[in-house]
């Protein structure tokens, strides 16, 4: 338990790390990777150079901050950092290690204000929060590798198929080498895929969600190639390029909270734009295979038929639904009286004909369309806890997310 002269402390650090947050973490992560490059075999290094990962850590430091005499209301924020955490192979021995550098940061930014009184406190805090992080991630690590056909880290599998879905998406069918089966998961969940490009200093990790229903002996990622030049695409384009059938990735067990709920049965909606439709595709084939009475409403956005990926699978998934229907749209349709339902963006007249305040929906996309769908559902009248999201990158609020891709 911390004192309340420990709390009252580091509460009073509030004002400072909403003014100077992401200069705390900014400086933070510079003096760690100086010291210990070692990990930069672990960290994105995109999510870095964008500021993605600073903002992150700094949202969560005040939060933590802001809550530190109550740490159980930011269990749901840590629960999906540990996911992530889990899926990276942080372990508690890292934990030390950030605690060092994230006081001198605080330190070097607040100057005089961070007396030795405050940083004892932040001291006494961070061992709390690590804590809590570590006992929570040691829980997921020990479930991952107990379950059948579970392991713990990373684990060698072979490509047994590489599909082409569409003119930037690709599926790569995922077998464990040693032969055994795959572990099940929750349909919405990822893998963590470590690769090492040879022009690449350090050891690259990328998050895909699983693109197939448990129940497989195999697992499936469907990539998005991006542009030659984004550094969003380092890893993907490398897939795309390099990695053929009979060659092999190292992946760790599934991992995230952004997973269907089964045990409902209120009316679903699975919104997705470009290749935002990976967990969603896991979600639509686990719903057709239990033969869920639920209305499900399947909507996608695509730029043009081209981009579009699984048309064929989510209508056959679609036909094995009692109350199953279908939304296709794209940006920029090549065929003006094709088959889709809408044009442009989704709108508002067009989303509250098929959602109304009792549906579930699940979003998953780029921030900007994420932004624009939560916006809408909002005004439907959608409670908070029926608009679940995923994002492509780390945990971030929604509202900063979108302000710092602007």
């Not at 690259?204 to 693109?211: A, D, F, G, I, K």
């Not at 009979?246 to 599934?254: F, K, N, Q």
Request: glycine share 6%; hydrophobic share 40%.
């Amino acid at each position: 338990m911390l004192s309340q002269k420990t709390i009252d402390l580091v509460k009073s650090t509030v004002p400072a790390l909403e003014a100077n947050g992401t200069t705390v973490t900014s400086t933070f992560y510079k003096m760690m990777f100086a010291a210990h490059p070692e990990l930069l075999n672990i960290f994105n290094h995109v999510n870095q150079a964008q500021g993605r990962q600073q903002t992150a850590l700094a949202n969560t430091v005040l939060a933590a901050a802001k809550y530190i005499d109550k740490l159980e209301t930011i269990v749901p924020v840590v629960n999906q950092i540990a996911h992530k955490h889990r899926g990276l192979g942080i372990k508690p021995e890292h934990y030390p290690i950030v605690g060092e550098f994230l006081l001198k940061a605080i330190k070097e930014v607040m100057g005089d204000a961070a007396t030795d009184e405050i940083i004892n406190a932040w001291a006494e805090s961070y061992g709390a929060i690590a804590q809590v992080f570590i006992d929570i991630e040691h829980n997921m690590y020990e479930s991952a590798e107990k379950q059948e056909n579970g392991w713990l880290d990373f684990k060698e599998f072979e490509v047994v198929k590489k599909v082409k879905e569409s003119n930037v998406i690709t599926s790569f069918y995922l077998k464990a080498k040693d032969g055994k089966g795959v572990p099940t998961f929750i349909p919405g969940q990822y893998i963590t895929v470590k690769v090492k490009i040879p022009t690449e200093t350090y050891i690259l990790n990328r998050q895909y969600s699983l693109s197939c229903a448990p129940g497989h002996d195999y697992f499936r990622i469907s990539v998005k190639r991006e542009a030659d030049h984004d550094p969003n695409g380092k890893v993907s384009n490398y897939l795309h390029d390099f990695i053929n059938e009979g060659d092999t990735l190292e992946i760790s067990a599934p991992a995230g909270e952004f997973t269907l709920n089964e045990r409902e049965d209120a009316p679903i909606a699975l919104i997705s734009g470009g290749v935002g439709l990976t967990p969603m595709m896991s979600m639509l084939e686990a719903l057709a295979n239990s033969g869920s009475k639920r209305e499900v409403s399947y909507i996608h956005s695509a730029r043009s038929e081209e981009f579009h990926a699984f048309k064929d699978a989510v209508l056959e998934n679609i036909s094995k639904l009692e109350n199953g229907r279908v939304f296709f749209g794209y940006d920029k349709p090549l065929n003006k009286e094709g088959n889709h339902h809408f044009e442009g963006y989704i709108t508002k007249s067009f989303l509250q004909n098929i959602v109304d305040e009792n549906t579930v929906c699940y979003i998953c996309g780029p921030v900007p369309f994420l932004k624009n769908i939560v916006t809408i559902l909002q005004e439907i009248g959608l409670k908070d806890e029926n608009i679940r999201y995923e994002f492509f990158g780390p945990a971030m609020n929604l509202t900063a997310e979108t302000a710092a891709a602007k």
